[in-house]
């Protein structure tokens, strides 16, 4: 069973104090791994998707990165409107369409 | 296009009836996804279809959940005899291809059972 754990659950930081969200995964073969950011009341919007250990993205404040066993949203110089629930999630080789997400880490950036 | 519209936002519905939702997704996407969100948790797979055809069903899906996407347009999701367990947030993706370039996905309808 595919399983994704985020860490930490919460996190407050204040505006422009950088920091990194964990997320730990075990997968039968990874097909992707995607980080989503979710809004109060909206669905999911999607920001990356890493295939690959070692591989890197990048977009405005954000960066993934992604190893055999894991992957790490580094935040750099937050700003409010950064404040989000933060989703990472797996999907596994073998043609299944399945994304198994994890809870999320909340953050919320202090102006 | 104004992206994965679902109907409706809300609904409250009395434990034991039946409820449908509907989900329109951006047009020129084949396939769709949904999805159960309850609070604190991460979404969860319930099934995909590409195009028309059901090709994955969630095995915690139980026999009174049912999904169609007729002529694969828009999909409805129906929940029978609903139970307080069903509450949650119902959640509706669609992407063009391979889900690996990310879903986009709607606002959800929330699920209250009384």
């Known amino acids: 069973e595919d399983q994704v754990t985020q860490s930490p659950e919460a996190l407050r930081l204040q505006e422009g104090e950088s920091s990194s969200l964990n997320c730990s995964y075990t997968v039968s073969g990874l097909r992707g791994l995607f980080w989503y950011r979710q809004d109060p009341g909206k669905g999911p919007e999607f920001l990356f998707t890493l295939y690959s250990a070692g591989e890197e993205k990048e977009k405005e404040r954000l960066k993934a990165t992604l190893t055999k066993k894991e992957s790490f949203l580094h935040i750099t110089a937050p700003k409010p409107e950064d404040s989000a629930t933060y989703l990472c999630a797996v999907q596994a080789r073998g043609g299944y369409q399945k994304v198994t997400f994890g809870i999320g880490t909340k953050l919320q950036v202090i102006p | 296009d104004t992206g994965v519209s679902q109907d409706p936002r809300h609904k409250i519905t009395k434990r034991g009836q039946n409820v449908t939702f509907r989900c329109d997704p951006i047009?020129?996407?084949?396939?769709l996804y949904w999805y159960r969100q309850t609070l604190g948790q991460g979404p969860e797979f319930l099934t995909y279809f590409q195009n028309e055809a059901q090709l994955e069903k969630s095995r915690l899906l139980s026999d009174r959940f049912s999904a169609e996407r007729p002529k694969g347009s828009f999909s409805t999701l129906e929940i029978q005899r609903t139970e307080q367990g069903d509450s949650a947030m119902y959640l509706c993706?669609?992407?063009?291809?391979?889900?690996?370039?990310?879903?986009?996905f709607g606002s959800g309808t929330r699920l209250t059972v009384v």
């Open positions: 993706a669609s992407s063009l291809s391979e889900g690996l370039y990310g879903y986009t």
């Open positions: 047009s020129e996407h084949n396939r």
